[in-house]
């Protein structure tokens, strides 16, 4: 079995930042692509970034020059640093990775999602 846990939500002011975690676990061999989305209350869920695993990434571009993905990935982990964050970028933002397991099939898998608010 995969997880995916999430930390580093919350309430912060419009300019402020915040940085979000996902780590992975369980039967993984190799993890592929991992990235964040983000569903806002009455939206569709969407795409904030996407790291693969040789570190190449794409933006949504409503957050190009303010968010930044990486990873590490002896600790399958991904993270993503928000910077001067505005409004709308207030909903639950959830961590999805691809991967191999152990025997060698493929999974993908999300998290349970991390609230983030941004309000004066």
């Known amino acids: 079995q995969v997880q995916l846990v999430e930390s580093g939500g919350g309430l912060v002011q419009p300019g402020g930042s915040l940085r979000l975690s996902c780590a992975a676990s369980g039967s993984i061999f190799k993890i592929d692509d991992m990235g964040w989305y983000r569903q806002a209350p009455g939206k569709q869920r969407e795409l904030v970034a996407i790291i693969n695993s040789g570190g190449s990434t794409n933006y949504a571009d409503s957050v190009k020059g303010r968010f930044t993905i990486s990873r590490d990935n002896a600790k399958n982990t991904v993270y993503l640093q928000m910077n001067s964050l505005k409004p709308e970028d207030t909903a639950v933002y959830y961590c999805?990775?691809?991967?191999?397991?152990?025997?060698?099939?493929?999974?993908?898998?999300w998290g349970q999602g991390t609230q983030v608010t941004v309000s004066s």
């Open positions: 999805n990775a691809n991967y191999i397991r152990t025997d060698f099939r493929r999974g993908d898998r």
